[in-house]
């Protein structure tokens, strides 16, 4: 009669256990040995069958007989294999003696794969694991959306611009940078025909800028050694103090070492304004930030 | 057959003057999606002119008062708008002076310990995040970057500590793209969590500059007001010497702005005295805090100071905690 099951649930009529898929037939029942819809390997249509299963890492062997066929509660009978892999494997034996081959063999694998991965496991439990974290499409979106409008909000550049030309103001730069002469020139012949006082105050400035264009010819040589001199002509240098400034530094320039790349040039001998402009501070970290 | 009536006559544009709704009739109720589109598209036209007519009013009203006028109204902007968060720093506060004259990066700004960074990916970083990492390191002077080859955490923390170094940069990755930066001060220092967005090497952006040189560069830190602003903004501060070469003309760039913290490297070069041209170097990316914990990176253990927990800070638009 079990000719007749297997001819029934191998063939023809429906096994709700077997799942069929282009090359193969597999079966889903849990006492299965093989995972393969066969003959010799479906639990139903075998009446002396046995399989390995592992139930919270320690693995039981399952055996079905002819004689409990009748008492579908007490039709598996299962055996505790020891954690040792060789007494394990000589228990199934001796479990499974005068049984046929195939499942003695078929048996033995199982339990050697399953000892396999739950070794696996443990080692894996014991290594950083990956936490995976769910995005959110809508809350990706919604950040996307809005880093996008901080960054159009932001106007990074211009920020970036004001701040270096606050710094600039605020003499961070020391005597690197000797910026408006052109404004001072300017300035100054304004007021020429003014009080005398103030012609004093120009002339200790003119002092200060002589001593300044020493230093600053010396200190520029370091800075500007590269010759990308465009901006320089783009400049409108109307002073001749300038123009022999230039002509000096460019001698420099070729005898200076080069520390490092500066690719962009600065043509930068302007004076500090005289006039004391009194900027505020927005964030306070950029002031510490600031060299001494 | 005035009321109520559509001009029959398919998309056409109809005389204006043969069309009469009643009161109470919407664009949106004509059936057809053909017309309704071009009623719509004729009413907002209207809508426009409208628009643009009281503002001619306006301004002839404002013209013609001259120097009467009311002053003209300030456009309301997510910044002017921003709930005012009760732990903005005053620059003039001494409890914020004192807390950080005694924080764990008062050795920093008191010049005793120099920054020496140790930048790391997680497990098995892909090549964009490998480039990325390498560039980060020439943009920051005096770091290095180790991989990480399965190692722990916890474990390369006290190695790191021996071995002087001030702050830990772990750069996480997901499906080949960096996404995730951890940045821990090293001696018992504060950990922080960002997500990191849009990063661009240096080879997208869009420039003809050279690669950054070894010259330290000058730092800017803009727009933290709130004290954990002020906290996150010294941290970054921290992974910078303190004393930038000038000479070099760089300048690393935080920004930020509605709680995301944007990061510019850029080369400066003064025109003149009121203009100043920069180009950018080095990669960008853009950061968003997720997490700040008071000791060094522990997940399990750590005491955290702040977590963005988005139920309760995601509610309104207007508030920004850093």
Redesign the interface.
Known sequence: SLQVVWSMLGNRQFCSYKMTTKTQNFCRNEYNLTGLCNRSSCPLANSQYATVREEKGRCYLYMKTIERAAFPRRLWERVLLSKNYEKALEEIDENLIYWPRFIRHKCKQRFTKITQYLIRIRKLTL??QRKLVPLRRK?ERR??R??E???I??Q??N???K???E??KQDT??D??N??I??FDKALQQQDAESESDSDAEREEDDDDDEDVDKREFVEA??SELSDFE?MDK?ETSSEEEQEEEEEVEKQASHSKS????????P?R?KR?YIEIEYE?E????T??K?? | DGSGSVPRDGSGPPAPERVLFPPTFSVSEIKNKQRRHFMFLRWKQQQRKEKLALKKKRRKEREALGDKAPPKAIPK???NQRVYDETT?D?NDEEVAFDEATDEFAPY?NRQTVPKILITTSDRPRGRTVRFCEQLATVIPNSHVYYRR?L?LKRIIPQCIARDFTDLIVINEDRKIPNGLVLSHLPEGPTAHFRM??VRLRKEIKRK??EP???VP????????TRLG?SI??MF?AL?P???Q????Q?A?F?N????I?F?F?????????K????ELGPRF?L?LRSLQKGTFDSKFGEYEWIHK?REMDTSRRKFHL
């Open positions: 290594k950083r809350i950040e996307n809005r880093e409008k901080a960054l909000a932001a990074l550049d920020a970036i611009e701040e270096l030309l710094r600039l730069y020391g690197i940078y910026f408006p052109h404004a370091e800075d901006d400049l520390k490092g790349k500066t690719p962009l040039k600065g930068a302007r304004p501070e964030t306070e970290p950029s510490k930030t060299a001494a | 902007t997510i910044e720093v620059p700004f399965g722990a967005s849009s500059g050279k040189t070894e010259h000058e730092v800017i830190l803009n727009n933290f007001t002020h903004g010294r501060a910078f303190h004393d930038p000038f000479i070099g003309r300048v760039t920004h702005q509605r709680d995301y944007f510019r850029h080369r400066y070069i003064f025109k003149s005295e009121k100043v041209g920069i180009q853009t968003k988005r």
